[in-house]
């Protein structure tokens, strides 16, 4: 390749790389010790995982999220996390899950706020089938 220069290799600092999956450092870095992430050196020395790896594990840890539902959908985005707050008012319902890091709005009927039982505490699953996802990106990011 004549003069053509590849890309960089996104890499993450060990804090950077644990923020984005929603972990601890020291859980990447017990990822690192176990053999289930590489870790590489910046110009500056530091530890880095590279973002492809990164993004790998991330996969592989939502794969083992359990729903615990046998229904199959076609919705693809599905977070599983804990209700957090519950307010009915009138006939429609704002009901809010902390998913990992994750925070999710849903708006219902009071009728289904109630057929569910939700309460602050109790396991949710909120799906998501939206028609436009927007993607941003941090240019800055590359280390």
Same mark, same amino acid.
């Given at each position: 390749m004549c003069g053509t220069k590849l890309p960089l290799m996104t890499q993450y600092r060990i804090s950077e790389g644990a923020a984005l999956v929603g972990v601890s450092d020291d859980t990447v870095r017990r990822w690192i010790r176990d053999g289930l992430l590489g870790v590489e050196h910046d110009d500056a020395g530091r530890q880095v995982v590279r973002g492809d790896e990164l993004a790998a594990r991330a996969v592989a840890i939502a794969?083992?999220?359990?729903?615990?539902s046998p229904v199959r959908r076609s919705a693809r985005n599905?977070?599983?996390g804990l209700?957090?707050?519950?307010?009915?008012?009138?006939?429609? =319902?704002?009901?809010?899950?902390?998913? %990992?890091?994750?925070?999710?709005? !849903?708006?219902? !009927?009071?009728? =289904?706020?109630?057929?569910?039982?939700?309460?602050? %505490? !109790?396991? %949710?699953?909120?799906?998501?089938?939206?028609?436009?996802v927007i993607v941003e990106t941090d240019e800055g990011s590359r280390a």
């Open positions: 794969a083992t999220v359990d729903d615990r599905r977070f599983v209700v957090t707050s519950v307010e009915i008012d009138g006939l429609m =319902a704002q009901v809010e899950l902390q998913c %990992g890091p994750h925070r999710v709005v !849903s708006l219902m !009927s009071a009728e =289904a706020a109630r057929e569910l039982r939700l309460e602050a %505490g !109790s396991r %949710g699953v909120a799906i998501v089938k939206a028609t436009m």
